[in-house]
């Protein structure tokens, strides 16, 4: 009961500006015009892919091979394939499997190179260990592994979770565990440089908690490059899905996902280009709106310019 | 001095003049350039059964006899086809002779002997060799020169059909003197011989950088003074299908590129340049579907689709397989990914023309999605809840799969919807061709494997004759992991009946005999359902508008009489 009377006094009065963490961030990142733009184009993709296809009911794998090859018009606004399916439907289901691979995928890199970036950047011991491990993960040749683990978990997932979601869940954690040791160095390195300044001597010698060193003081100022890593890391994780699909080690080939609509429309090109311009300029405008977001985040969370 | 000039220039002039209009000198016509977009790895096709390889040896090294474009056998490097009529095939069927035209040289210059063709044989079956041809030789039991210009070949068994050994593009003649020392472990060692095999066709190989470019040149040496017209060949391998057909008929940077494989309405904007043109000629590939005899349940371990499994819950079901077949529709399958290029069919052994059966086109060749659903609801496969039909807990929902092109997965989400019309559903996996095909024995996705209720692919048979091909549906032939999943009944079809026939197939000398009772055979594997065959598949390559003397041939190598090409004048 006091807690709630004490935390809405503040909001009550906050007609003037208070600058509560949150608020602050915000304002910074208002003040970034890209990251306004790109979050504005990116809440635009996700929602067109997630409630568009309750305004476009056309089914993304109906065929009808009378209407192949057809440009734009009412009934196929993105114009169809050469089986006769309707692109806009595609896209927009493609879209959704595309984002949540690109998403999860990035999330979990992410969060295993942060934890081996910080680790052995800040663990002396840990550091020769974990940065073995790194270039050993990086020396292993990407296709084979994949091939191994696939043949050894693909039957099992397939049965316990079904196809789609047993085949995401394999997706998702190949190209996690294959694409976080960029990120674990170049953390490594940040961590490096952070923890020779003065305040963390300082918050050490006050008789900080390693834990809570690394999470309140260190994580801050690595949290850039992090971020930089977040969002190259979407790229990477839709185009190697997209790959993957090509090699047939991914969805099944009448899943839509943008990688797979865009290789399977380069042949068109010429014929068709909208089956190449759409997923393309799909692709493009989530990495693009992700890095610009990615931009305005580190400007809003550095603590540099939040002393400002 | 002057007037003598003139006259040697006009002579000089006369020269030119009447070679180009008769354009019969060798070289006359430049440079020709190819592109494979599979580059070749090597120029000795005992080493590589691969197509590329074949292909790219046939212009150097030539056979005894081959497959003309029609599919009849015509003399090469002998005078004539030995046959039970003109004395050459023995009478008991045991051993045959062959005559070699007389005055033959290598391009070395050396004379090309009957020793060279008793050496080939050597070469291919000397032990641990790894002869990828092996299979040419089957049944051989001797290869001796009776002279120089006289080779007979004796056989273990009575031979009814002989023309395998020395015959068509993968069992070429190779030299002695060049090979001599590269018999059976050595042979990949030499890489020199390999690379650069000294041969009777029309060019001979200038540089080879393997898996990148072949230049050729034309050989100094070959039989016929005027040929080849081409005074150099260039072969740059890599790439893919659709780049290949584009250099051809849109940009006019390669004279021939083999192997169009590529949607008919790309192909189509390609041809709108006006560079090229494309040739068709049909073999004996079918895409077909093979459907599992045998249980596929992941639950079943290494016993899975094995005979040890036990029949298919569903696909063992006649009914079913019926089913399968008539709700397909042919037409629109070749309409979305072959065009001019395939030819629906309902059987397995589509070509020659003598032994293609056509009983079975009534009721097979047109979908019925009506007779379908009756067959299915009079076999008590009733739709459940979601559409899908099913009997006892079994429900008839396939795993279908097959190799990455994105032809065959046009097709597969096609014959999907197709099967959703009769309450069938499909889950589509595609594995990379050289898994699929690769048949690694620790890959699971293999088609020999067949670890899915069906699948897809194309296979064909060379030569001619039908026997051979038809003996891959005996019982025995069962892939398994007893044999390394080596054998070549993938359907996994057995019956007995079917077995006895092929015995009586392989004593039958008589052709028309032969032909009756390899149409009885296909017809069977249609009727029973041990396959759906789609797509009777023709060979498409694309040519420059420039290039005349082509004869697409599906029997031999593609560029099987590319001494005869030459440039339109």
Same mark, same amino acid.
């Given at each position: 009961m006091t807690d709630t009377t004490l935390q809405a006094a503040p909001t009550v009065r906050d007609e003037t500006p208070v600058r509560t963490p949150m608020r602050e961030m915000w304002r910074q990142f208002r003040a970034h015009k890209g990251g306004v733009a790109g979050l504005a184009v990116f809440i635009f993709i996700v929602l067109a892919v997630y409630v568009g296809p309750y305004i476009h009911t056309v089914a993304p794998n109906a065929i009808n091979i009378r209407d192949k090859n057809q440009g734009p018009s009412f009934a196929h606004p993105f114009g169809t394939d050469n089986l006769g399916k309707d692109m806009l439907a595609q896209v927009l289901a493609g879209g959704r499997i595309s984002l949540a691979v690109g998403f999860a995928a990035m999330l979990l890199a992410l969060f295993l190179g942060t934890l081996v970036g910080v680790l052995s950047g800040y663990f002396r011991r840990a550091d020769g260990p974990l940065m073995r491990l790194t270039d050993l993960f990086l020396a292993l040749p990407l296709l084979p592994l994949l091939l191994v683990i696939l043949m050894l978990f693909r039957d099992t997932l397939r049965s316990a979770f079904g196809p789609e979601t047993g085949i995401f869940i394999l997706i998702v954690f190949v190209i996690g565990i294959t694409s976080w040791m960029h990120t674990a160095r170049i953390v490594r390195g940040d961590v490096l440089a952070v923890k020779s300044q003065e305040f963390i001597v300082a918050a050490k010698s006050s008789g900080m908690r390693e834990h809570r060193i690394i999470i309140r003081h260190i994580l801050p100022n690595v949290l850039s490059s992090i971020m930089v890593s977040a969002t190259l890391g979407i790229a990477a994780a839709i185009i190697t899905e997209s790959a993957l699909s090509f090699l047939g080690l991914g969805f099944p080939s009448d899943f839509p996902t943008w990688g797979r609509l865009l290789y399977d429309g380069a042949n068109f090109l010429q014929l068709t280009p909208s089956r190449v311009l759409w997923p393309g300029l799909a692709i493009s405008l989530t990495v693009l709106s992700v890095n610009y977001m990615g931009d305005a985040i580190r400007d809003a969370l550095d603590p540099r310019t939040l002393k400002r | 001095m002057k007037k003598l000039k003139i006259l040697l220039a006009g002579a000089a002039a006369i020269v030119a003049v009447s070679s180009s209009l008769a354009h019969a000198e060798r070289g006359a016509d430049g440079e020709l350039k190819i592109l494979f977009w599979q580059a070749v790895s090597t120029m000795n096709p005992f080493l590589s059964a691969g197509t590329k390889e074949v292909y790219a040896s046939s212009m150097v090294i030539e056979p005894l006899a081959r497959y003309d474009e029609k599919g009849e056998l015509v003399p090469w490097l002998a005078t004539e086809i030995p046959t039970i009529e003109n004395g050459g095939f023995a009478e008991d069927m045991l051993s045959m002779t062959w005559k070699l035209k007389p005055d033959l040289k290598w391009s070395d210059g050396t004379d090309f002997t009957a020793d060279d063709v008793v050496f080939t044989w050597k070469y291919c079956t000397a032990p641990d060799g790894g002869c990828a041809q092996r299979a040419q030789y089957e049944g051989v039991k001797n290869v001796e020169a009776v002279d120089p210009h006289t080779v007979k070949v004796t056989f273990e068994d009575p031979k009814p059909y002989p023309y395998s050994a020395f015959v068509g593009a993968q069992s070429p003649i190779i030299q002695a003197a060049q090979f001599k020392d590269c018999l059976g472990t050595k042979a990949p060692g030499c890489t020199d011989a390999n690379f650069k095999p000294v041969g009777t066709g029309p060019f001979v190989v200038k540089d080879f950088k393997p898996n990148d470019v072949i230049t050729f040149e034309a050989n =100094?040496?070959?039989? %016929?003074? !005027?040929?080849? $017209?081409? $005074?150099s060949v260039t072969l740059k391998g890599g790439g893919d299908a659709a780049s290949a057909a584009r250099a051809v008929l849109e940009t006019g940077e390669y004279d021939y590129a083999w192997?169009?494989?590529? %949607?008919p309405e790309v192909l189509e904007t390609m041809l709108a340049a006006g560079k090229g043109r494309l040739e068709i000629s049909f073999g004996t590939q079918v895409e077909r579907i093979n459907l599992n005899f045998t249980n596929p349940d992941p639950s079943l371990g290494d016993k899975r689709s094995t005979v040890e499994a036990g029949p298919h819950p569903s696909l063992s079901d006649p009914a079913v397989r019926r089913a399968l077949s008539l709700a397909i529709d042919r037409d629109i399958i070749i309409e979305a990914g072959y065009g001019q290029s395939g030819k629906p069919t309902?059987?397995?052994?589509?070509?020659p023309e003598n032994v293609a059966s056509t009983k079975n086109d009534e009721w097979c060749l047109k979908q019925d999605i009506e007779a379908a659903n009756k067959l299915l609801d009079e076999a008590g496969w009733m739709p459940g809840p979601d559409g899908i039909r099913q009997k006892d807990g079994v429900r008839l929902s396939y795993l279908f799969q097959t190799s990455t092109n994105s032809v065959r997965q046009a097709t597969q989400e096609l014959v999907k919807a197709m099967w959703a019309e009769i309450g069938v559903d499909a889950e589509l996996r595609n594995a990379s061709a050289s898994v699929f095909f +690769? +048949? !690694?024995? $620790?890959? =699971? !996705?293999t088609f020999q494997k067949f670890y899915a209720d069906v699948e897809m692919y194309t296979n064909n048979f060379d030569g001619t004759d039908p026997e051979k091909y038809l003996a891959e549906w005996l019982c025995d032939k069962m892939p398994s992991p007893a044999n390394g999943w080596q054998g070549q009944n993938i359907p996994r079809y057995c019956n007995p009946d079917y077995d006895k026939l092929v015995g009586e197939l392989s004593k039958t000398a008589d052709l028309e005999k032969r032909a009756e009772l390899s149409k009885q055979l296909n017809d069977m594997l249609t009727e029973e359902g041990a396959h759906i065959p789609l797509v009777h598949r023709g060979d498409q390559s694309s040519f420059a508008l420039s290039l005349d003397g082509i004869k697409m041939n599906s029997w031999d190598s593609q560029v099987w009489n590319i001494a005869d090409w030459h440039r339109k004048k």
């Open positions: - | =100094p040496n070959y039989r %016929e003074a !005027d040929k080849p $017209a081409f $005074a192997n169009a494989q590529v %949607e309902c059987n397995i052994v589509p070509a +690769g +048949g !690694d024995p $620790a890959s =699971p !996705d």
